[in-house]
């Protein structure tokens, strides 16, 4: 099993590029997540799916959009890249509320 | 709003000795609390969880506590290795069913002294 993959790992953007980060998990996993990491803020929650069809805002959602394809993939996208969107984006899949959430390798974004 | 926070950014222990890394969280419908460890380059990864209804437990050489009544949750590891030196995250998620959201408080770094 690959678990969580994410696709691709390094991405440089110019600024107002768009972009779509991709996820998929092949855990039969029911939730997905997709987090933003930057230095001494921890882990942010973008958006979220708690099931195929649907899809939630999290802490910070300005500027992204979500598609949750099928219960395997969960899309994340950026239509107009700032430079304040450079992070380290994570996507993360759990079987259900209340276990434990696998995380994919990251994807490192730079918007210059 | 609801947050998971930690409340030393930095922790450094000598080899060997116990480590024990300290989380507040603020939402009291907190039903399930996690932590992952996060090496360098890497996603987090599952070290242990607890549920509300428990106040302790244990996998290997770390242990969870919770304390409900004041709202705190902690993770000891035990003879701390070179190995054991990542960034801790603890997560919490309410007891909403399946629109839970797995909430992250801002890590602390853990480093072993040789």
């Known amino acids: 099993n690959a678990g969580v993959t994410q696709t691709p790992k390094f991405q440089v953007l110019k600024t107002g590029q768009s972009m779509t980060l991709q996820c998929a998990q092949d855990?039969?996993?029911?939730?997905m997540y997709w987090y933003r990491q930057d230095p001494g803020m921890g882990l942010r929650l973008i958006y979220y799916?708690?099931?195929?069809?649907?899809?939630d805002k999290g802490e910070v959602p300005n500027g992204y959009n979500v598609s949750r394809l099928n219960k395997r993939e969960f899309s994340l996208r950026l239509e107009s890249a700032a430079p304040s969107q450079t992070s380290v984006y994570f996507c993360?899949?759990?079987?259900?509320?209340?276990?434990?959430?696998?995380f994919g390798q990251g994807t490192r974004l730079t918007v210059v | 709003g609801e947050s998971v926070g930690l409340h030393l950014p930095t922790l450094s222990v000598q080899e060997g000795d116990n480590s024990i890394i300290n989380c507040a969280y603020s939402?009291?419908?907190?039903?399930?609390f996690i932590w992952y460890k996060q090496e360098s380059g890497k996603g987090p990864q599952f070290i242990i969880d607890?549920?509300?209804?428990?106040d302790k437990r244990q996998g290997q050489r770390v242990t969870v506590l919770l304390n409900k009544t004041v709202k705190h949750l902690s993770l000891q590891i035990a003879a701390t290795q070179p190995g054991d030196s990542a960034v801790y995250f603890c997560?919490?998620?309410?007891?909403?069913?399946?629109?839970?959201?797995?909430?992250f408080g801002k890590g602390i770094t853990l480093s072993v002294r040789p």
């Open positions: 799916s708690a099931s195929e069809g649907t899809t």
């Open positions: 939402n009291s419908a907190s039903d399930y």
């Open positions: 993360a899949s759990v079987w259900t509320a209340n276990t434990e959430a696998f």
């Open positions: 997560a919490e998620t309410p007891h909403t069913g399946a629109n839970s959201k797995l909430t």
């Open positions: 855990m039969n996993h029911n939730s």
């Open positions: 607890i549920r509300s209804n428990m």
